[in-house]
Structures are given as C-alpha cells and as structure tokens.
C-alpha cells in the first residue's frame, strides 16, 4: 500500500499534475486538515475560477452585438462543436458505406430506408411549423411597422413641405434685397446657413426613423428560430441519409464491382464464341474493365476533411517541424556552447534570423519547396510517402512541408540558445576531469557535455514545441495545408451564424492540444533533471 | 541515463505512430480470372447468337485514365456545378470519385491547379485566359466548360448610397427603377478628387470577372477606373476611382472598416452586406451585361492531353449537374434550388447560412432590406447554352485586358480569336454532350451543335454599346475611356 503511493506519487511529481498530490495524500489519510487545505487552493479555486468565468462569459456575451452577430454564449460554442463533431461522424459513415458488401451493406440500406421514412414524418411537420411562425412574425412586423411607417410618412411629408416653405420665404426675402444692402445680404447668408441645417437636422431624424424600421424588419422571433434551427436539423439530416442511401444502393464498391464482374462475364462468353479479328476489340475491352476493377477495388470515399482528421495532421506537421528544429539546433547550439569562436561566428545569423515572422518563412519555403518538388504527383518522395502505411493517409503534399519548414524555422531558436547556455555554463571542475582522464573531444561530449546540459536543452525543446504549435497554426492558414489553420480560414471564409462559434471552437481544441504537448515536454525535462527541475505551470 | 531517455523517446514516438489511424483498403484482392476454361467454352456454345449481340451493344463506356480527383473551387454560390455533381452521385455515376476542397483565394487555387496539387478548379473566365497570354502567372490553361451566368453584385457603402439618393431624387424611394448607372456616383467621385482623395472600390482578383465589371460600370459613366500600364500593374494610372484586390469572404468586414466604400463581388456577400445592413447592393452585372459569362471550370492542357477519357466523364458530370439546377416545373419555378442551397450551405462547401445563399439561388435578390425583387435569372447553370465555352466569350475578356492595359501592345483581331481558341474547347464539351445525348440524358435541341463558337452580337449592356466576337478591334474602339487599336 505504501509503495503505491510513493508511486503514485513520483508519477504525479513527474507528469507535473501536482494538484492531484494533497488528493493521494488524504487518501492515505495523511494531514488531512493541511491536504484539504491544498485541495481547496488547487482543485476548488481553480475550478470555481474558471466556472465563474464560464458564467460571465454567457451573461456577458448576449449583451454585445456586432453586425456579424452576436458574441455566443458557452452553450452555443458546445453546440458548434457539437455540429463539428455530427459533421465529422456523418462523414465517417458514408465512408463505412462505400466499403459495405453483401448482406452488411443490405442491412444498413434497410435500416436507412426506415429512418428515412421517419424522417419524412417529421420533416412535413417542421416545414409547417416554420410556415406557422413566419407567418405570425410577419404579423407582427406588420403590426410594429404600421404605426412607424405612417410616422415616417407623416414626418417626411412634413419636411419636404417645411423645407420647400422656407426656400420659398428665402427666394422672397431675397428679390427684396437692394444689390447695395449689404446688411441684408449677409443676413440672407446667415438665414440660408440656417436653412441648411434645419434640413441636414431633418434628415438625421428622418434617418433615425429609418433606421427604427430596419430595426423591426430584422426582429428576431424566437418561435420562428426555433423552427428553422429544427427545420434545418431536419434537412441536413435527410440530406446526410439520402446520400448514405444512394451510396449503399448505387455507388458502393462491391455494387461497382459487381457491375463491372457481370460485364466482364458477359464479355468472356462472347470471346469464348468469337473467332476471327472480331477477338481484338473483345479482348481489348476485357482487359479495360480488369483495369478498372482494379482501380475501384483500390478505390475510397472521398471524404472531406473534418476536424479530427485535420487535428492528427496538424500534430503531424508540428512534430515533422519540431524534430527538424531540434535535429538542426541541438548540433550548432552544442558547437556554439563548446567553442566562443564558432558562437561570435553564428551570432549574427541568429540575432537577424530569430525575429523574422512565420509569415516571412512560410512564402519563401512555399517557393522553394514548388521549386523542388515541381510535379506533387509523380515525385518520388511524394509517391514514397503516400505509400507509407501509417502516414500515407496524411496525404503530405508540398504545402505540408513548407508548414513544417516554417515550424522549424521558427521554433528552433528557443533550443539553440538553451543548448549552449546549456553547454557553456558547465562546471568547470567536469571539464577538468576530463581533461586528467584525456577523455577525447567525442567523448567529452557524450560523457560530460551533454548529460549535464540535458535539463537546459529540454527546458529549450519545451519553449520550442509551444512555439511551433502557435506558428503551425498561422503557417496552415496561409498555405492552405490541411489541418487547424486550414479548418478555421474555411470557417471564417463560411461568414455563417456558426462562424464565430466555430472560431471559439478552435481557441478550445488548439489551447487543449498546446497544454497537453506542453505536459508531455514537461514530463521528459523532469525525466532528465537531476534535481528535478522546478514546477513549472 | 541517456540510455533510458532514448529509449523512452523512441517508445514515445512509437505510441505516437500507433495512434494515427491507419488507412488500408482492407479489401482482398478482386478474383479476376480474364484466362478463358473449358466450361466457358462450354457455356459459350449454348448460347443463342442473339445473346451475343446484346453483349456487343451498349453504349461506348470512357476509359478513365484517373479516377480519383480533386477539384478546388472558392466559397462562392456559383461553384454549385461542382458542388452539385459530386452529392447528387453525377460524377460517382461517371465512375469518378472526386473531392472538392475550398481554396483560399483565387492565387493559390490557380497555383495549386499548375502546380498539380488540384486536378481543375472553379475559376474566374479570365484565369485561364490570363495565365495562357502569361499575364500574372503564366501556364496554359484551358477550359471545356462555362459554370454559370450572371450571379456578381456591386455593393456601396450605407453614407455613399445616401450621397447618390443626394444626387439622384429618383433614388430615393423604396424600390427605385433599375439599372442604376454610375450616374450618380459621379458627383461624389469628383469632390472627393477636389478634396485630394479618391474613392476606393474592391474587386476579387486583377482579371476577375468582377474587376473588368466594376471598370465597365464606371466607365459607361465617364468615371476613369484606371489604366494597367507595363509598370503600374496595379491598374491605378489616371485613376478617378481606385479599385483595390480583396478575398471575396472579407469584402463585408473590409467595407465595414472603411477601408473600401463599395465593392463588387459573387454572391452570398452581397445578400451579406444587406442581411449585416452595411451596405446597398446598388447593381446586379446582370445589369450591366445581360447574361456575360461568369466562372469556368479549368484544367491545364497538359493534364487535359493526360486524362481526356477523365476529362470528357468530368464534362458530363458538370453538364447534368448544371442542367439539374436550372430544372423548372411548368410554372417556371426552380426546383431543385432550395436543395441546392441546402447543400451549399455545409460548412465544407460555401458555409454561408441557408437563408442567406437562397436568397439569391431561388431567383429573387434583395436590394434593401425593403426591396426583394424576382431575378430569375441572376444565377443561370444551363440555360442559353450557358455551359458551352464560347470563343465569344474568351474575345471578350480578351477586349477587356486589353481596353484596361494589361495587354500592354496591339493585337490584331486574328490574335483574339487565336488565343480564345487556345483556351476554350468546345470540342471536349460537344463530346461528353454526344454521349450524354446518346445516353438520353439532355435533350437534341440543349447544345447549340453546329455553332462556330460565337455568340450572336449583342447590345444587351449598361450603356447600350454592341459587342460583336469577330470585330475585337471595333468593339475596342467603340468605348470612350480605354485603350483604342487601330490595326
């Protein structure tokens, strides 16, 4: 029993959740008046934060509106997510769809053919609803408008009478004026200035009452919402279960194979009877559908990417990234660390590259990367790696590497400048030992450099991996890579009520994700201290 | 201790590697067996000779040289084509499995297209010819197929629309006469100049369709948009009004910040600007020219001269795709609309909200919020042989780079009409029509057959002047601002 909890313990100490420690402790029954001291400053204060701020954030949100819309409450952002989920589980099923065969397949049709039918049902309902609710909102407007209208016809009639009776007093003050009075004629100046802005007035107010009519046109109804988000629900899903339907029924693969089997048969018996020039055409044909049984046994759904899919990518291109950075920073860093001559010699390129932005690299390596990889399709590399098992579905294209290109470019300088703080700040009496035992520079390193420099390159890796997350974010967005970037640019491209949801979505996914590879950096820099480095939040 | 990090490393990596989702067919092999038996001999011999000739019958099936595409197009309604042809199964029906993947702006989706990462894409009419004459990136592109007509709006700002109401009492009401020339737009455009600023306008992309309607609109009322010149690609030498470049998605916020005080761009972001009341859509292009082509579908040459089995099966799909948005019922009515906008709708496709894309898809267009008006054909798939590429066409575009300057030298007439050769390709989409006519998919008298690819001449613009596709020259020189040949 003790045993598991110094486990436990070193666990939590190592993975650096230590507010789970005063849990195992009281567990254990260890101080508890002191634990549940620390759980309350860990566990319940946090959490009672960031519960209040939930809290402000959906009684303060409705209150601001933009012309975009209004900011969304925490449940229409869980919703959002929710759509983005449906969205990517939709999907998912019509790719099982397309690969279904014999009686699985048959099942399914069935089973999609019923809830169709239900469906229908309740679509006929919606749709009257709707009907029912825009035509009492309507009503409404009417209603609204009515006296605002006439208000507005009343006022506006007024004014036009009022300003054509104040120019024509205008025009017989001023046929009355001698052409030497210049009292009066500067008087008429001050009059006709006056006129000007009672009619500029008149027109803010007219505007005013304008806009108070636009203002009920836009009423939003809230019967009327609630029928047309269901009425909407409605139809995506028959939208989603007639396209399920129509591939079970005709474009699923085993069909398409079937098809294409029973044509070839056919084809068989005819080259089997035929004799004479007539086999050529025969034959030729036969071998064009075994081609092609081929490709569609090869062939997939082509499912668009969702969210999930464009998560694991995104991970992909970051540690693509990430382990080019550090494959380039940890060698220069140690150089830098082990000799000052080389350090004076690199100093300049990091001081001029470290501030350039990700949007800099990101275009310069689109270019060089198209000017290398010219022709994606048949590229060796290309072709290699969509061949490989556990990464061929990442579909790595020329935009994927710059993205990871930018990442390295961007986040290597964190583990460079660690490293040979790392390297350089080495105990002097180490590199004395060494030096008694005439350990060779190779064995320097290996034996002395880097073990005591680890903790300081790890602390570098980890600054290294959150910059990288930020940049790749920014890097797919402009290269149109698939990943987070590219789901929000598309998102924000939709200009949908959804849009700024969806965006908050995203601040969610990537700010779970960054925290999470954060952890894990955090988790190896432990492994690799001595002293166990500091808790770090 | 280095040891055991490496090895915790390589462990780490590992797990990572297994979480990915693998991506394996999982199917077996298919049993082919092409090597004749015995028992198909036998079986042969048993048939009647009558067997036989329905097995030689049927239609001739395309070989397809590729059969999984990926086609990009942007948030625009008028990519419904594509869109449309791969979720009503038209392209699955062509044995063709195609993705559609939205494109940032109309740049990478050209470049991505050349540099083969797209199959083909939904383009502007004037990438394709643009990229082949190498003005901006140069490639030759061509194009089988003309996506839809009409479908852009031009937008101005709440204030500018109050200053031309100023200008213009007839404007004032609630629903005022149509078109709305630039008229209007003049008295503000020269006392800003007085005041030593110019008015600034967004279009999409430099040989955008959008970008060559906004300068005609302007121009048919005497407002100088200004001139590209070999060293002002910007297209602003003796501007009056300069026009600036703008992702369509952002032309609402743009003009919003100020930043631009009217914009002309496809739709939903016309319907947007009314739905958000940030602007007045004063214009439709299908005023200023009646039925002008819009979007193409592009490919390069090269991989048109590598897949034209692939090419022609793609052509069919797009054309009973557009044939199926524009189906009427007797009353004239669209059906298959409000479907459509349904589907566009979904966040991979156009995403904007469904009311706001059936708006304009359904044939009406809001001008105001008080002025919904019927506009049948504001967004038009297949009717008036729309979806035939016309050379026609292509000399038009051709007319407006060089009116504008970025054709920078003279060309005599046989050059326009070379180079809309060179681009347009009527012959694959008389092809795939055959086929689809011998399928009895479209009917005889919905392909204009036996047309030498120009349109008959028209006056069916904003400021009346009429443009015939064999006179290139004298349709040039019939303008009063532009560019005038006299080859």
Redesign the interface.
Known sequence: MESLKYTLLKIIHVSGLTFLEPVVRLCYGEEPQLQLKKIGRFIVIPSLTFLAFLVAWALIAPVYKT??GEVPTPAVVWDAAQ?VKR?HERESDKQVAY?LSGEEREASLAEVSEQRAVLNAMKANADEQVAAASEERTTLIAEEMEPLATAYETKKAEFEQAEKRREAALIVKATQIDQRDIEAKNELLAYIRGHKFQTEQERELLKTLKAE??DV??LTYAPLQNA?RFQ?EI??EE?YLA?KE?ILS??N?SL??EEE?AR?K?????????TGPDLMPIAQQ???I?G??????????????TLPMQI?RSL?CV?AGFFLATAIAIPIGVLCGVSPTFMAAVTPFIALFKPVSPIVWLPISLIIV?GVI????THWLMVGMSNL??????QI???FIASAITVALCSLWPTLVNTALGVASIDKDHLNVARVLRLNFFQRL?KIV??SA?PLIFAGLRISLGVGWMVLIAAE??S?SEGIGKFV??????????TFA?MFVVVFVVGVIGLMLDR?MII?QR??SFDGAPAAI | ??C??RA??FL?ALA??AC????????G??P?Q?E?TEA??A???K?APED?EI??SGTK?L??EK??LKFGFI?LTDCAPIVIA??K?FF?DE?L????????NWK?LLDNVI???LDGAHMLSGQPIAATIGFGTSAHVITPFTMDLNGNGITVSNSIWEQMQQNDPALRSEQPPHPITADSLVPIVKSRLASGEKLQMGMVFPTSTHNYELRYWLAASGINPGMYTESDIGGRTDAEVELSVT?P?MM??TL?AGNIQGYCVGE??NQ?AVA???GVPVSTNYDIWKNNPEKVFGVTQEWANANPDTMVAVVKALIRAGKWLDETDDTGKLVNREEAA??L????Y???????IRNSMTGYFYFQ??DKRPMPDFNVFYKHYCTYPWYSDGVWFLTQMRRWGQITEPKPAEWYDEIARKVYKPEIYLQAAQLLLDEGLIEKDEVPWDSDGYKPPTSDFIDGVKYDGHDPIGYLNSHKIGNKDSL
């Open positions: 012309k975009s759509g969205f690969g009519q636009d046109r836009n047309m909407t139809a995506e939208q396209k129509e005709k474009a693969r398409k194979l089997a070839l056919e084809l068989k018996l005819q080259y089997a009877a035929t036969m071998l064009q075994e092609r049984m081929q490709k569609i046994v090869d062939s997939e759904y082509a499912k668009p990417w694991m992909a540690f198209g010219t022709d994606p399709e098992p556990l990464i061929g579905w990442l294209n020329p935009a290996t880097i073990p680890l967005l402009l149109s640019w598309d998102m924000f491209n939709n200009g949908s009520s959804e969806q894990i190896f492994l690799v | 201790m280095i055991t990090l915790s490393l780490s990572l590697c990915l989702p693998g991506c394996s067919t999982g199917e092999a298919v082919l092409l004749l198909d001999l079986e042969a011999d048939l036989l097995a030689t099936k070989t397809l059969t999984d948030k791969r979720e199964g699955a044995g499995s195609v993705e559609v993947v939205a494109q940032p990478t540099s083969g990462n992702p998605p609402p916020a919003e939903p972001w947007q958000k009341g940030i349904r589907i709708s979904r966040s991979d156009v995403g904007a909200d469904f009311d706001i919020k008080s």
